[in-house]
């Protein structure tokens, strides 16, 4: 069974930083692209970014309005992404999921900028 | 680029027909494959529909993908009260090199 877990989320000031973990089990994760989706409280899904595979060269895309903030990585070791947001803003204040392919999806976690 | 449009709501019947459209644009629906979530109220979005027209294991055949063009549609047949929820369409998109979700439709079983 596929289990994507993420973890991390929490408040933060503005400016600040927070870095997000999503730990996958129940498939080949090492070969898996991995996006992160976030969704603002009452709004629609708003793709974040995503990271390829080793055999892609780990290639990385952005969002426009992340992007210069947000840097995703992963260890395949730990079958592990991660999302690591800096320069935070209360815009980014939203559920944050992982996601393998765009298919299978963990259950999110909440991330809060504000003073 | 045009990111893909939805109806903010949908309405139906019980055991009625129907059906969400997503109109995108060249860059994204026009070029890529389109998929289809279902989010129901306070869970995790779940994969309903992919590349245009599949359905993953244990997604009930009442629901169907089609696109043509640069639009996409779901159509849900014989409407049950659970499926009352949140549906999205997404799809890449080429000129903005990153994915694009419609705005969501919340489907209303009456």
């Known amino acids: 069974e596929v289990q994507l877990v993420e973890s991390g989320g929490g408040l933060v000031q503005p400016g600040g930083s927070l870095k997000l973990s999503c730990a996958a089990s129940?498939?080949?994760?090492?070969?898996?692209?991995m996006h992160w989706v976030r969704q603002a409280s009452g709004k629609g899904l708003e793709w974040v970014g995503r990271?390829?595979?080793?055999?892609?060269?780990?290639?990385?895309a952005y969002a426009a309005s992340v992007k210069g903030r947000f840097t995703i990585s992963r260890d395949d070791s730990k079958n592990t992404a991660y999302l690591q947001m800096n320069s935070l803003k209360t815009e980014d204040t939203a559920v944050y999921y992982c996601?393998?392919?765009?298919?299978?999806w963990g259950q999110g976690t909440l991330v809060t900028v504000s003073s | 680029q045009s990111v893909p449009t939805q109806p903010p709501s949908a309405s139906g019947t019980p055991g009625q027909r129907v059906t969400i459209s997503c109109s995108g644009s060249?860059?994204?629906?026009?070029?890529?494959?389109v998929n289809w979530y279902q989010q129901l109220p306070g869970t995790a979005p779940k994969l309903l529909i992919y590349?245009?027209?599949q359905r993953p294991s244990g997604v009930p055949d009442r629901f169907s993908g089609s696109k043509s063009g640069t639009s996409a549609s779901l159509a849900i047949s014989g409407l049950q009260s659970e499926d009352e929820a949140d549906y999205y369409c997404?799809?890449?998109?080429?000129?903005?090199?990153?994915?694009?979700f419609g705005g969501g439709t919340k489907l209303t079983v009456l």
């Open positions: 060249s860059s994204n629906i026009g070029k890529n494959n």
């Open positions: 129940g498939f080949s994760f090492s070969a898996s692209v």
């Open positions: 997404a799809a890449w998109d080429d000129s903005l090199s990153g994915c694009v």
């Open positions: 590349s245009n027209n």
């Open positions: 996601s393998s392919a765009l298919n299978s």
């Open positions: 990271i390829r595979s080793k055999a892609d060269s780990y290639a990385t």
